[in-house]
């Protein structure tokens, strides 16, 4: 990367102090940028300062994630993330924003959307319909729901953060992961990713505890009611050699006013990065 970075700031939501990235640019259009889960805002940093020359954008930290708090009773579930991200937009800005989310933070970002549709000028998911790792325990009794969600909780109580006696160790953990990464970003995504230990050792900067997932919704809603009130246009991206399922694939998504769907050859699950150029291009078209 190249040019001046963006400066870091903090806010409230639900008593936890959370941080978000600005990068400048305060008169141009706002456009919200939401990272996955286990990741951090700085996933951005190539697609923002590219934008930031006609968008303010602004990147958060998840609760839990980056340099944000994490929740003392690890609350990660999504009306929690909801609303954190309802405060920053709150605060920020007075005018309709478009969104740009990956994966957990394309789900959270759906949602805003379908609750505040006003809000929300333009919408682009990426890879954030169909997730299946976001609804774990789809179609069973609440009684076994509740029991498994306990027992992982009691589970993670008892994981401490894996730590890397070296920072190499864990940009390999990275690559490992993200095979698609070119050495220089994923590199770029380790320091950002990471926390240096009184130990010496290195560690991811996410809570353990947002591996652990419950919808905890209202009574009764169905996630489609609240696609169907979305007002502004919606993109949905999807990585052809991803886990996710294709939106077309999801019945659901036939409930969206204004969708339109783009899958991308050789790209997984962080299209965005696989694809990087042509995502780009796109998007830059599809915010104007």
């Not at 970075?5 to 941080?19: D, E, I, M, V």
């Not at 809000?119 to 498994?148: D, M, N, S």
């Amino acid at each position: 990367m190249n040019g001046p970075g963006p400066t870091s700031h903090r806010f409230f939501s639900q008593r936890l102090a959370l941080n978000y990235l600005d990068w400048g640019n305060p008169s141009a259009p706002p456009l919200v940028m939401v990272h996955g889960g286990m990741d951090h805002a700085r996933n951005w940093d190539w697609f923002a300062q590219d934008l930031s020359r006609e968008w303010h954008v602004i990147c958060p930290d998840l609760r839990g994630h980056g340099d944000s708090a994490w929740s003392p009773d690890g609350s990660y579930a999504i009306p929690f993330y909801v609303s954190d991200l309802a405060q920053l937009i709150h605060q920020v800005s007075d005018q309709p924003v478009s969104i740009v989310g990956h994966s957990l933070g394309g789900s959270i970002a759906l949602r805003y959307t379908g609750l505040y549709p006003e809000r929300v000028r333009r919408l682009a998911v990426i890879e954030g319909v169909g997730i299946a790792h976001l609804a774990p325990h789809a179609g069973k009794p609440p009684a076994e729901i509740w029991r498994e969600w306990i027992a992982e909780r009691r589970a993670l109580s008892a994981r401490s953060p894996r730590r890397y006696d070296t920072l190499d160790q864990a940009l390999a953990r990275m690559m490992q992961e993200n095979g698609h990464l070119s050495p220089e970003r994923a590199r770029h995504l380790t320091i950002h990713g990471t926390m240096r230990n009184e130990d010496g050792t290195w560690s991811w900067k996410y809570d353990n505890y947002v591996r652990s997932f419950i919808s905890l919704g209202v009574p009764g809603e169905r996630i489609e009611d609240i696609w169907h009130a979305i007002e502004c246009p919606v993109w949905l991206i999807h990585g052809e050699k991803s886990w996710a399922e294709h939106p077309d694939k999801d019945p659901r998504t036939a409930r969206f006013k204004n969708a339109q769907v783009t899958s991308y050859e050789n790209a997984g699950h962080w299209v965005h990065h696989d694809r990087f150029d042509s995502v780009l291009a796109d998007l830059k078209l599809f915010l104007e």
